[in-house]
């Protein structure tokens, strides 16, 4: 019993393909998802989810059951996967590109490969994704990096584009507003666009994240051999400026060639910090590693103990280029994918800078397999940031380096005091002693004004211990060393700087660890920390002065004292401090003492004057500063009593650079507000600090520095404590606002400029007070900020050009003013003095800027309570809609109507505030305007999608009752004025519709833009019909139904078209559109009542488009549209008669010239045509008076649907052939129903065709039809009989001329030259009689000449005819079951055209036998193919008979005109014996002759007889006679033919071992042979032929006598002996008497006058010369004179005079042989001959005939065409046209396979002759193995499980509920 499966079975995955054939089993593949429904032991039974129709039972282990959630709607349930939505959306992209991919592999595309790439992709990160093992962080950069992918990817393949939030997530339009959709649809354009067009490295940085970053990186692994401990060095470096641009980061190695902290192997991570946009920026940035090796001098004397250790030697240097990992262009950095940097040692001489340079420059390092493993990631944001977002990477003892400067934003709070030291390089003398350079080592420390060492004040770098020493690098032996070490100065805040100095001390290191110990310093430099004037050391390069001590003259004889480094010595003095310590200052003290000597010596110090020592520094403090009015007004309490000084910095504040001010920004607010409220002289000070203020505001505001608006608001918020300043801010802004035609303009703009800000220290100052006063003063600040307010109002009332910039500057930044105003002011009141504040802008003045301010306005927190709105929207849509009206800042206006509406979409449907006054505003005042602009703008603009936006949102928010007020309105108290509206929008609408403003794949903008346009409709249509249905308005109906047809029918909601995904996708959220759309125009048809007369016929095409969309409901919803237009034509009352008309014939035309329109271009299908026909039955049928005329029609109707669908079907067929024969179908069906318009359309499609299969003679004939439409008269051609081909011609006479002489020369491509004569005989008359056009007379008589020659003169081969039966109903409908005559092309035999039928259709199977088929074969859905030869029957003209008629004349006629065809088999009774085997005769008759408008014809009457075994003897016998007949002739016209041929033929019957020969026949013969009547008189015709044939023999074998090489006499005498044998034989058996050897038989006949043609030809070549070119034909599409040269070409006099032979040979070549025809040939019973077959069966024979077959090897139909000369290219001399042509012996066949082809082996074979019913029995074909492949398991690791059975071994039965309609369905 069937169960109902529980929550958790409901949704499964198919893991492997299911297919069976038995009843109600659902077919399964790979990927499919089922919604399970019921289970029966070891079966499911249920539906697929992407085509619920598809239902039924499937094996359970064939499907994996997932978790799933099951929600209801009522009584349906639907499914849906528990997976987080990205992995579900990951699931659903990769199926619908799964199906394309698999396209793209059948066609080869060249995207496959990356569409390929990019779903592994996806399928890797679904797999992360599920695997559940990412941070938050990583989901969230993994969906980013999905969402990226999958929108490429699908703007790749043209699929919709998927629009999304910030997060993420895929958008719901339904709570999302038009204009959000439409800025996501836009963004998410822009973003894979520019991810497509940009190249990497240009990408801005803005595109790639936040300024700030940082860069992490984690030391994984270094691998070198040092055998020392050492130092690894860590930075970051710009390759372009030589310098690093971060702190160290050390990591300590030991010997062992581990960390020293073992801990931390693997594990060293740090975090280069404060990088911003400049970094980005940077050209060339490296990673750059310095290792720094700890020991002896040389690495060499390592062992040995006497060598100085703990010396900082130069390693070598690793290097990685992270230039794109910077600027955001390279991101695949990860945490865990590690990378190798190669290392680079360093050379014996080379200084560490000199080899970062080399490095950084390296194509390729030889590193040996050393060097370092890392792992590198970009984190955005700060380290608060980094540390919150990052925490597996950036933990609390993770190391923090940060860049040598400020970051871009410099935060209250991050307080630095770092001074940046570079020991750059030196250069010291070597001493009188010394014979080598030193190895110099400097010392560094920080001392104060006492001499005192700072303790852990310096820095190597982060990872490191903070020192009181640094030392520096050691380079042996170098008395110029180039160190470029930075280290950090880390002073406290608290600390005196006054006094603090750098002390540098250079000692020499001696390698012997005992000489080390006793050196000393030999020199010193030291520099100050603090300048003169109090401010920093400058950030520079710095040239210090080197001191050596010298022998002191109180100590003369004592020895050289040297610096002491005893601490005790040097804690007591400085006395060093007073000495110059840059050479800078020794010159400028020089300069400033050029009388005097400068001091150069204190105590024991004196300058080395030949030493040098330079360093750089930068200083990075939030404290100390190099500008000098910085510090003044940092420190103005030393300085408020000097009123000029302080004057003085606060008016050169302006011209402080930005970069200072910025770094002290907080000290310095607080400098200024304490000046401004502790000063003792306001008129001096308040508006020199009021203006310092607003510059430092203002210089925020900048671009440049925006990035420190949130320092400025933190201070705000956090800092700023001055409670009575917002007194004296309010009072000097006040006076500069009133007098601001006399303040300095600059002033005035930065402090409009500064608005934000001003009123931000005002009300958080008054904040300050009233938390102190507990809200005393209210009311006066109030009045105070309500003037403060009005002043600036009033400001904006000046017209006068000095003011403008500071007015457009107060449009600009008043709306940010709102938010703190806010705070402290009410509201409504605000919102009042802002309307006066923008009704006070000028007119025409600040028009944008005006514009701006009401955007602003829009977006601040004032426009959001509805009171405000209330006072607000009017004044903001009164400006719009003036400047809309007047086309001025149109897309301005725009923009700020779609904010506006934005707004007002209601997000929260839980929120009750209400929006409909706020929309009946808009709609009041915006709306008709909206459209006007809609309809003005051109629609490919940008600002133009924006306006529909606005339109569709604005109708969208509109419910009934807005609609209903809008149009109760005074604007539309008139019904004209109502119209026009109606109209406006209805046009707008069609435009819209019928050519969208959206790009195609933006799905869900024009999908919303769908609903909106038809909820408007529906509302519009209810309008029109109560209020114009009275008073008719026919123009507006009509455009209502135009545009809701137009909507139905557009091409983004025919859903067939559409994936299964994306259609239950827009079902499940907008239904089915067109069908609510059908139902309304339906409804509104109905309304019409009378007047739907007005709409017919022009309204059926329209109904006919919408009834063929493939939706069941709305067809039968719309199809009785179409009787209700039939019977109100029908009954419709003429004016003139006032009776009923009686006919729709209107509607009928109509409906069928549509029909045919549409069904052709794609629409429409089977279940149309079955429901339309039954729809129309039944109403028609219980129509009294309708009925006989409706009836007609629905027949009518169905048949034209019938052609049309099979005509559809085969149409983008590359079968030319099934396309022609769908084309007639439809051309005798226009015909029958006297369509002549669409008759002749599809006349000129079948003769296109025909012109490019190289059908001539078709297209011809296909034209022809349309000339016998066409009169010989100067009438005008009616519209229905114009041509494409001749668009000008006007007369029925003009057209035909013109018609003709393109069909002449069809005919003449085709070699039916007959045909074309008589179109020339025709025109002959028409010049001659009719026009009396002489000149174009002889130019048609010449044309006609010229076809003459043709048939006597060229080569026409003769075309081969077969049967062609097609069995089954696999074919199409017009095929089936049916039976065809087809014409062959040329040179095409059996074997050819059984591959190229086999070739049409690959799926036929051919059938082995020519008996009829069986009914089972008919009934079956397969193609069979059943093909034989047939001979035409020659239909012998009245004008022929007994007339001696020349051969090449009558072969036209055996194969062409011709409409009777025959063949025959060997009956199934008949035994092996030739003497008693009967023949089966079928005789075929088509329904047109041949040629025709087509290559084939259907059978339409066939008839069968038997052929006796006597008959078949006699036709046999005339067979061969003929054939040695012919070559009989043969050899007399050309007596240098081969004779080859000739004696094949004569071995064969007289020689016959094999076949029997006349033996065979030897009972025909007997005396007492011949029962009935008809034996006895066929008995002597026997005889009668067989002593011809002795006769024909006789000759043949004297003309093989005289041409025999001696080679071959042997065997001339063997077939004489064999002829004597074979007439003794016929004498002495058969009783025959046969005539004596010089007994003259044949018959020679002239049949041509005794005038030669050479003179003939002669006499009009030389008439033709002289006129040929006088009267060209003009008006002809293809001119028949343009043909090749004429074909009355002069013979060459060898060929028409031959040397004279014995027995009169020579003579007749002078003559043509003819054949005389007789009544005889008209018997049912005989078949005509042509081309060498023996298809002309005359009783008696047609003497020395000439048969025209040359043999040539097969050739394909391209190669056929190729070869195909014109009529006149194939000329041989007329009396050799037969010396190339041969016949070959062919003895009639009567075994089982007639129909076979003889097989011969010859050198050149030419075309074998056919014979008269030999071709025919070939069907008995060994069938072709069949081939079958089997379908092996989809997976070899994962085999098919076995299909469950029942307990009884079968399957179980479906569930009961399974209904018959599902059971169709599977």
């Known amino acids: 019993m069937w169960q109902k499966t529980d929550k958790s079975k409901k949704y499964g995955v198919v893991l492997y393909n299911y297919s069976s054939r038995l009843p109600h089993r659902l077919t399964l593949n790979i990927g499919d998802t089922v919604h399970i429904g019921e289970e029966l032991d070891d079966w499911f039974f249920g539906y697929k989810i992407k085509n619920k129709n598809e239902s039924g039972i499937f094996p359970k282990s064939y499907v994996y059951v997932r978790e799933a959630v099951v929600a209801k709607f009522g009584s349906l349930e639907r499914v849906m996967s528990t997976e987080s939505p990205i992995a579900q959306e990951i699931n659903t992209v990769l199926r619908e590109w799964y199906n394309i991919w698999k396209q793209f592999y059948l066609e080869r595309n060249e995207e496959l490969e990356k569409i390929e790439g990019m779903m592994l992709e996806l399928m890797d990160w679904r797999k992360k994704i599920m695997s559940r093992k990412l941070t938050n962080e990583e989901v969230k950069d993994l969906q980013q990096k999905v969402s990226s992918r999958i929108d490429s990817g699908n703007a790749m393949l043209g699929l919709d584009l998927v629009v999304r939030d910030e997060q993420g997530n895929i958008l719901n339009p339904d709570d999302t507003s038009v204009i959000e959709l439409y800025k996501q649809h836009e963004t998410a354009s822009d973003r894979i666009r520019m991810e497509q067009n940009t190249v990497s490295k240009d990408r801005d940085s803005s595109i790639t994240g936040p300024q700030t970053f940082n860069l992490f990186v984690q030391l994984r692994n270094f691998v070198c051999r040092i055998g020392e401990d050492a130092d690894i060095l860590m930075s970051l470096y710009d390759a372009k400026f030589s310098k690093f641009i971060s702190e160290n980061y050390i990591v300590h190695w030991s010997k062992d060639g581990v960390p020293k902290d073992i801990e931390m192997l693997n594990n060293f991570r740090v975090v280069f910090t404060d990088l911003g946009s400049r970094d980005r920026n940077r050209e060339k940035v490296f990673l750059v590693f310095q290792i720094i090796r700890i020991g002896v001098m040389d690495s060499k004397d390592l062992e040995d103990k006497k060598q100085t250790r703990g010396l900082r030697r130069p390693f070598g240097v690793a290097a990685i280029d992270i230039t794109e990992y910077m600027n955001g262009s390279k991101t695949d950095a990860e945490e865990d994918k590690q990378i190798f940097i190669p290392f680079q040692p360093c050379g014996e001489k080379e200084f560490m800078d000199s080899l970062i340079k080399k490095v950084v420059v390296a194509k390729e390092i030889n590193h040996k397999g050393q060097g370092l493993w890392v792992s590198l990631k970009v984190l955005q944001g700060d380290v608060k940031q980094v540390k919150e977002d990052y925490p597996h990477l950036v933990g609390p003892n993770t190391c923090v380096s940060r860049k040598l400067g400020f970051p871009d934003v410099i935060m209250p709070g991050d307080v630095r005091n770092d001074i940046y030291v570079t020991i750059k390089g030196g250069e010291f003398t070597r001493g009188p002693a010394k014979t080598a350079d030193k190895n110099v080592e400097v010392t560094m420390v920080v001392c104060n004004n006492k001499g005192e060492i700072l303790q852990n004040v310096i820095s190597h770098g982060c990872g490191g211990e903070m020192m009181s020493h640094y030392k520096s690098l050691i380079y042996y032996h170098e008395d110029k060393p180039k160190w470029q070490e930075t280290v950090k100065v880390a002073i406290s805040t608290e600390e005196e700087f006054k006094g603090l100095h750098l002390k540098f001390t250079f000692k020499h290191r001696s390698t012997s660890d005992a000489k080390d110990r006793s050196e000393r310093p030999f020199a010193m430099s030291f520099i100050k920390l603090m300048n003169k004037n109090s401010t920093t050391l400058s950030d520079t390069d710095h040239n210090l002065l080197v001191y050596k001590e010298y022998n002191s003259a109180d100590l003369k004889s004592s020895k050289k004292m040297k610096i002491s480094e005893k601490k005790e010595d040097r804690d007591k003095f400085s006395p060093y401090l007073d000495l110059p310590s840059t050479r800078e200052k020794f010159n400028e003290e020089q300069s400033m003492q050029p009388n005097s000597k400068v001091t150069l010596f204190s105590g024991p110090f004196t300058l080395s004057s030949k030493d040098s020592f330079m360093i750089g520094s930068f200083v990075c403090s939030t404290k100390l500063t190099h500008n000098v009015v910085l510090l003044g007004l940092l420190q103005w309490q030393d300085i408020m009593s000097d009123t000029a000084k302080l004057r003085d910095h606060l008016e050169k504040l302006m011209m402080v650079d930005g970069e200072e001010i910025v770094k002290f920004l907080q000290d310095l607010l607080d400098s200024l507000f304490s000046i401004l409220m502790q000063n003792t002289i306001s008129d001096v000070y308040d508006n020199l600090v009021f203006d310092a203020l607003v510059h430092i505001i203002s210089l925020i505001s900048d671009r440049k520095y925006h990035q420190f608006r949130p320092v400025l608001d933190a201070y705000v918020e956090s800092s700023f404590s001055f409670a009575m300043a917002y007194q004296k801010l309010m009072i000097i802004l006040r006076d500069y606002v009133d007098k601001a035609m006399e303040t300095n303009q600059k002033i005035l703009k930065s402090a409009m400029k500064s608005l934000e800000y001003l009123l931000k220290f005002i009300v958080q100052s008054r904040n300050h007070f009233a938390r102190l006063n507990d809200g005393r003063g209210k009311q006066s600040f109030e009045l105070q900020l309500k003037q403060l307010i009005k002043s600036i109002s009033n400001m904006m009332l000046y017209t006068s050009d000095n003011t403008l910039v500071a007015q457009g500057s107060a449009l600009k930044y008043i709306c940010a003013t709102i938010p703190d105003i806010l705070k402290v002011f009410d509201a409504v009141e605000l919102s009042h003095l802002m309307v006066e504040f923008i009704n006070n802008v000028p007119k025409e003045r600040l028009t944008k800027q005006k514009l701006k301010c009401i955007d602003d306005l829009v977006h601040s927190k004032l426009f959001r309570p509805p009171g405000c709105r209330l006072i607000l929207l009017p004044m903001m849509l009164q400006h719009t809609r003036t400047l809309m009206e007047q086309s001025e800042e149109v897309e301005d206006c725009i923009d700020v109507l779609s904010h506006i509406l934005d707004l007002a979409f209601p ?869 050799n046209s037969a010396s190339n042509l041969s016949l070959v012996s062919n003895t009639s066949s009567t075994n089982e396979n007639s129909d076979a082809e003889p097989v011969e082996e010859l050198p050149t074979p030419p075309l074998p002759e056919k014979t008269a019913y030999s071709d025919y029995s070939n069907i008995e074909i060994s069938p072709a193995p069949s081939h079958h492949r089997s379908n092996s398991g989809n997976r070899k690791s994962k085999p098919v499980p076995p299909l469950p059975t029942g307990t009884n071994g079968t399957p179980p039965p479906v569930p009961k509920k399974y209904t018959s309609k599902q059971a169709s369905m599977t």
């Open 907 to 1775: 997000r929260d449907t839980s929120c009750q505030t209400s929006n409909d006054e706020d929309i009946s505003l808009i709609a009041g005042m915006s709306l008709r305007t909206v459209i006007q602009a809609c309809i003005k703008l051109d629609k490919s603009s940008k600002e133009a999608i924006k306006c529909v936006c606005v339109l569709l949102s604005m109708l969208r928010q509109m419910k009934e009752n807005h609609f209903s007020q809008y149009m109760e309105t005074e604007e539309f108290a008139f019904l004209i004025d109502l119209r026009d509206f109606l109209m406006e929008i209805l046009m707008l609408f069609l435009d819209l519709v019928s050519n969208s403003v959206f790009p195609d794949d933006w799905m869900e903008m024009i999908m919303l833009g769908n609903s909106i346009i038809l909820r408007a409709l529906q509302i519009f249509a209810r309008v029109i019909h109560e209020r114009f249905t009275q008073e008719f308005e026919q123009e507006l109906w009509g455009f209502f139904f135009k545009c809701s047809i137009s909507f139905l029918t557009q091409k983004s909601l025919q859903l067939e078209h559409f994936s299964s995904s994306k259609r239950t996708k827009i079902v499940c959220r907008y239904r089915d559109m067109r069908r609510e759309a059908g139902f309304e125009i339906r409804q509104m048809w109905f309304h019409l009542g009378p007047q739907k007369i007005h709409f017919i016929p022009d309204l059926v095409g329209d109904i006919l488009e919408m009834t063929l969309i493939p939706e069941t409901e709305l067809r039968k919803a719309t199809m009785p549209i179409f009787f209700d237009m039939m019977v109100c034509e029908y009954m419709q009352i003429e004016p003139a008669t006032r009776k009923i008309k009686g006919n729709f014939n209107q509607v009928e035309h109509e409906l069928i010239m549509c029909l045919d329109a549409l069904v052709e271009g794609g629409q429409g299908d089977e279940e149309y045509k079955d429901l339309f026909c039954e729809t129309l039955y039944k109403l028609c049928s219980n129509h009294s008076t309708l009925k006989d005329q409706g009836l007609r029609f629905v027949n009518t109707v169905k048949e034209l649907l019938q052609h049309l669908l099979e005509y559809r079907k085969i149409i983008q067929s590359e079968v030319k052939e099934l396309r022609m024969s769908c084309i007639v179908n439809l051309l005798n069906f226009y015909h029958d129903i006297e369509r002549q318009e669409m008759y002749i359309r599809y006349l000129y499609k079948l003769c296109d065709l025909h012109m490019k299969c190289d059908n001539y003679t078709e297209a011809a004939n296909t034209l022809k039809l349309h000339v016998d439409l066409l009169k010989w008269t100067d009438d005008g051609l009616e519209p229905m009989l114009h041509s494409t081909w001749y668009p000008n011609a006007r007369t029925h006479r003009e057209l035909k001329e013109n018609l003709y002489y393109d069909i002449i020369s069809f005919f003449d491509k085709g070699k039916m030259w007959e045909k074309g004569i008589e179109l020339t005989k025709e025109l002959v008359h028409l010049y001659e009689e009719e026009l009396f056009d002489y000149e174009r007379l002889s130019v048609i008589l010449k044309r006609q000449a010229e076809l003459f020659a043709c048939i006597i003169r060229e080569l026409r081969p003769d075309p081969e005819y077969f049967r062609v039966g097609y069995y089954g109903l696999g074919f199409p409908s017009f095929l089936q079951n049916k039976v065809y005559i087809y014409r062959g092309k040329e040179y095409e035999r059996l074997t050819d055209f059984n591959l190229r039928m086999q070739t049409l259709f690959p799926n036929a199977e051919l059938l082995k036998s020519l008996s009829p088929p069986s009914n089972d074969v008919k009934a079956s859905d397969k193609q069979y193919l059943q093909i034989n030869a047939v001979t035409p029957v020659l239909q012998l003209h009245e004008r022929f008979r007994n007339k001696c008629v020349d051969e090449k004349i009558l072969k036209y006629f055996s194969v062409n005109e011709v409409q009777k065809f025959t063949f025959s088999r060997r009956m199934e009774e008949s035994g092996g014996d030739i003497s008693q085997m009967w023949l089966e005769r079928t005789f075929l008759t088509t329904l047109y002759s041949f040629p025709g408008i087509l290559c084939w014809f259907p059978v339409n009457n066939t008839d069968t007889k038997s052929v006796s075994p006597l008959e078949n003897a006699i036709e046999t016998l005339e067979s061969t006679n003929k054939r040695i007949n012919s070559l009989i002739e043969q050899h007399i016209a050309d007596v240098n033919l081969s004779t080859n041929n000739l004696g094949m033929l004569l071995n064969g019957v007289v020689d016959a071992s094999v076949n029997g020969g006349i033996s065979n026949y030897k009972v025909f013969y007997s005396e007492g042979y011949g029962e009935t009547e008809i034996q006895l008189h066929l008995v002597p015709k026997l005889k009668e032929v067989t002593r011809k044939q002795v006769v024909l023999l006789r000759e043949a074998l004297n003309i093989h006598s005289r041409k025999v090489s001696e080679e071959l006499k042997p065997f001339h005498e063997h077939m004489e002996h064999r002829f004597k044998e074979m007439v003794k034989l016929i004498h002495k058996e058969y009783n025959l008497n046969l005539p004596e050897a010089n007994t003259a038989t044949l018959k020679r006949y002239k049949s041509m006058s005794a005038v030669s043609l050479s003179r003939v030809s002669e006499a009009f070549n030389n008439q033709l010369l002289m006129t040929e070119a006088a009267f060209p034909v003009t008006n002809s599409k293809i001119s028949p004179s343009g043909r090749s040269p004429s074909v009355f070409i002069k013979p060459d006099k060898s060929a028409s005079v031959t040397p004279m032979r014995t027995g009169g040979i020579g003579r007749m070549n002078l003559f043509k042989r003819t054949s005389v025809a007789s009544t005889a040939n008209l018997s049912d019973h005989s078949s005509s001959e042509g081309g060498g077959s023996n298809r002309n069966s005359l009783e008696a024979p047609i003497e020395l005939s000439e048969q025209i077959t040359p043999r040539r090897p097969l050739r394909t139909d391209d190669q056929r065409r190729l070869s195909r000369p014109n009529s006149s290219q194939l000329m041989p001399p007329i009396m």
